[in-house]
C-alpha cells in the first residue's frame, strides 16, 4: 500500500549528515525516525546515496540548482494543449482537503542520478503462492504449469489459472488451501464447486480443497471478483474481516484491505445478503447495481445504487475512476505495478478525477495522462513516485 511520511525538515537531515544538527533538531530526528520504519528507510536511502559519490563540500546552493536540474530532467513532459487519448480521458472535477501528505526530497548534485538506477516499471501479472494444508508452498508465476494432489483433489496451474479438479473427499478433516497474490499481481482461481475467482493485487484467499455439503465458506482479505456456482443446498458464504456475504448463485466484487476503513460489496447479477459475524441481525440485501459499504470502525451499513462496471473493470483490464481523489487513484495504482506514492502536496493529493485507462499500459503512460490535466507533476526514481 502507498506510505504515508509525515513532515520533517530537509535541512534537519542534510544537517546532520554533513554534522552541523544542533540539539534540538537532533531531537526532533529521532523522534521521527522512531515513528515508523518507512523514516528510517527514506533516512537511510539519503545517506546511501551521498556515501555513494554526492559530495558533502558542495554548497547548498549548488545542490539547490542540481536538484531543479535533476527534476527538469526526470519530470515527465507536460503539454497544455495536448488532447487525451479517447480511452483515457480525465477531468478535473475540484478540489477537496485530504490528509496532508508529504513526502522530503533529497538535494542531488547536478548529474542525473536518475539515469545512472532508473529501472522500467511494469503492469502486474499473473504471479501468486499457494500454501497447501501440509504446509507445502508452491509458486504460481505465467512461466509455471503443473498438476498436483492433496486431499483427493487434482490440482492444474496453467500460468496465470489454478484448477480444482477430479475432487474426491477424503474421510477427516477438511483440508484448506491459501493462495496468496502479492503487490504487483493478479491471479484467476476455480474452485472444487466451479466458482470462478478473480484475485487482485495484495489479496489472499482461504479455501476449502472441497466443500461441505450444507455450506461452502471462503475467507477473503483484499479485492476479488466472483461469480458463484449455483446450489440451492449449499449457500456460499465470503467472510472478510466482520463482514460476510451469502449467496447462492451469483456474480459480485468484495474490496476489503486491511488498511482502508470500509468494505465494499458490489452486485453485479443476482442477490446477495451482507451480514456481520458479529451482530447477524444486521442485514443488507442487496440486488444487482447495489453496492453496501461497511464502515469498519463504526460497525455501520449503508446500500447505495452505482454503475458495477466501475468497480469489476479491473478484471477486465482497465482502471475506471469516477470522481476519485488522486491519493486514492495513485493507491490503487500502486498495488498494481508495486510502486511507493508520496505526495510533497497536500492540495494535490485532494485532485479528482475521472478517467478509464488501461490496466495493462506502462505506468509511465498512465501518468502522462493524469499530467496532462496541467495539475500534477511526476517525478520517478526507482520505485518511488512523488507526486507534486
Given amino acids: 500500500m502507498p506510505k504515508?511520511?509525515?513532515?520533517i525538515d530537509f535541512e534537519i537531515i542534510w544537517n546532520q549528515i554533513h554534522y552541523t544538527i544542533s540539539d534540538e533538531e537532533q531531537a526532533f530526528l529521532n523522534q521521527w525516525l522512531e515513528e515508523s520504519a518507512d523514516h528510517r528507510k527514506f533516512y537511510e536511502s539519503v545517506k546511501r546515496f551521498y556515501a555513494d559519490g554526492s559530495s558533502f563540500k558542495n554548497e547548498k546552493k549548488d545542490i539547490d540548482r542540481g536538484w531543479k536540474d535533476f527534476g527538469r530532467k526526470t519530470k515527465l513532459r507536460r503539454n497544455k494543449y495536448s488532447r487525451l487519448l479517447s480511452y483515457a480521458s480525465f477531468t478535473l472535477l475540484g478540489v477537496v482537503l485530504a490528509t496532508a501528505i508529504y513526502f522530503i526530497l533529497p538535494r542531488f548534485e547536478k548529474q542525473s542520478v536518475v539515469e545512472e538506477v532508473d529501472i522500467p516499471i511494469k503492469p502486474g501479472s499473473s504471479k501468486a503462492t499457494l500454501i497447501l494444508d501440509n504446509g507445502e508452498v508452491y509458486g504460481l508465476s505465467e512461466n509455471s504449469e503443473?498438476?498436483?494432489?492433496?486431499?483427493g483433489a487434482q490440482i492444474k496451474n496453467t500460468g496465470d489459472k489454478l484448477e480444482y479438479i477430479a475432487v474426491t473427499p477424503e474421510e477427516g478433516e477438511v483440508r484448506f488451501h491459501t493462495l496468496e497474490v502479492p503487490r504487483g499481481g493478479e491471479y484467476f482461481l476455480v474452485l472444487s464447486d466451479g466458482t470462478k475467482v478473480w484475485l487482485n493485487s495484495e489479496t489472499t484467499l482461504r479455501y476449502p480443497i472441497h466443500f461441505e455439503k450444507e455450506e461452502r465458506k471462503v475467507e477473503l482479505t483484499g479485492e476479488a471478483y466472483f461469480e458463484v456456482t449455483e446450489n440451492k443446498d449449499a449457500p456460499f458464504r465470503v467472510t472478510s474481516g466482520e463482514q460476510i456475504v451469502k449467496v447462492l448463485g451469483t456474480k459480485f466484487n468484495i474490496s476489503s484491505f486491511p488498511e482502508d476503513a470500509f468494505a465494499l460489496t458490489t452486485l453485479?447479477?443476482?442477490?446477495?445478503?451482507?451480514?456481520l459475524d458479529k451482530s447477524p441481525e444486521m442485514k443488507q440485501l442487496l440486488l444487482p447495481r447495489d453496492q453496501c459499504r461497511f464502515e469498519k470502525e463504526e460497525g455501520t451499513f449503508s446500500k447505495k445504487k452505482v454503475d458495477p462496471y466501475q468497480f469489476i473493470a479491473w478484471k477486465e483490464g482497465r482502471f475506471v475512476f469516477e470522481n476519485e481523489s488522486l491519493s486514492d487513484i495513485m493507491k490503487t495504482l500502486s498495488k498494481w505495478y508495486d510502486v511507493d506514492i508520496f505526495f510533497n502536496s497536500e492540495k494535490a493529493s485532494g485532485y479528482r478525477f475521472t478517467g478509464n485507462l488501461r490496466r495493462y499500459d506502462n505506468f509511465r503512460e498512465i501518468l502522462k495522462k493524469i499530467e496532462k490535466t496541467n495539475e500534477v507533476e511526476f517525478i520517478?526514481?526507482?520505485?518511488?513516485?512523488?507526486?507534486?
Fill in 380 to 388: 520517478i526514481k526507482d520505485r518511488q513516485i512523488i507526486v507534486k
Fill in 268 to 275: 453485479v447479477e443476482g442477490k446477495v445478503e451482507v451480514t
Fill in 146 to 151: 503443473e498438476v498436483f494432489s492433496e486431499g
Fill in 4 to 7: 504515508t511520511v509525515t513532515i
